[in-house]
T-cell receptor, first 113, second 114 residues
Framework: KQEVTQIPAALSVPEGENLVLNCSFTDSAIYNLQWFRQDPGKGLTSLLLIQSSQREQTSGRLNASLDKSSGRSTLYIAASQPGDSATYLC????????????FGTGTRLLVSP | EAQVTQNPRYLITVTGKKLTVTCSQNMNHEYMSWYRQDPGLGLRQIYYSMNVEVTDKGDVPEGYKVSRKEKRNFPLILESPSPNQTSLYFCASCPLAGGTYEQYFGPGTRLTVT
């Protein structure tokens, strides 16, 4: 059974810092991995999607990498801003049983001015 | 604007009173799904649908029903809600054509059952 872990559970940084959020998964037979942002009481916003054949994806200040063989993905946020404060979730879609996403429990990020 | 919508956004109800949470997407996606989010448990899939009239159970289907009569709509039905169904519910959709399976989520419905 696939298990997705995100460390740390919470992170507090001053504005301007570069930071890395980690996501690890136990079964490397994934189809893709998706990073989401969730603001308190709100829905999930898709940030980046990495297919299993890709190594990384970039969008603005965000860069996500994938190392399928080691079961790891990282989300790099450059020059963090208070508006980046949110919970970040990673989710994997399996090659078999691809009908659902398996989610990690998230990293709660607070960026202080 | 391409989006997934859910209604209502907030609902407080009593045990046993049937309710329906609606979900609609305007992106012509074949796949739709319902998740619930609980503290410490993350998001768990309730039901999903691969296309019209095709639905199947996810990880936590007990106490829920769904239907998919039209491509754009995927309502979640609680026939007899109980307090353990108090949760934050999300509807999601994704296209099956193209092979990326990027999933889009609705804004969520916060349900409280007393």
């Amino acid at each position: 059974k696939q298990e997705v872990t995100q460390i740390p559970a919470a992170l507090s940084v001053p504005e301007g810092e570069n930071l890395v959020l980690n996501c690890s998964f136990t079964d490397s037979a994934i189809y893709n991995l998706q990073w989401f942002r969730q603001d308190p009481g709100k829905g999930l916003t898709s940030l980046l999607l990495i297919q299993s054949s890709q190594r990384e994806q970039t969008s603005g200040r965000l860069n996500a990498s994938l190392d399928k063989s080691s079961g790891r993905s990282t989300l790099y946020i450059a020059a963090s801003q208070p508006g980046d404060s949110a919970t970040y979730l990673c989710a994997v879609r399996m090659n078999t049983g691809f009908q659902k996403l398996v989610f990690g429990t998230g990293t709660r990020l607070l960026v202080s001015p | 604007e391409a989006q997934v919508t859910q209604n209502p956004r907030y609902l407080i109800t009593v045990t046993g009173k049937k309710l329906t949470v609606t979900c609609s997407q305007n992106m012509n996606h074949e796949y739709m799904s319902w998740y619930r989010q609980d503290p410490g448990l993350g998001l768990r899939q309730i039901y999903y649908s691969m296309n019209v009239e095709v639905t199947d159970k996810g990880d936590v289907p007990e106490g829920y029903k769904v239907s998919r009569k039209e491509k754009r709509n995927f309502p979640l039905i609680l026939e007899s809600p109980s307090p353990n169904q108090t949760s934050l519910y999300f509807c999601a959709s994704c296209p099956l054509a193209g092979g990326t399976y990027e999933q889009y989520f609705g804004p969520g419905t916060r349900l409280t059952v007393t």
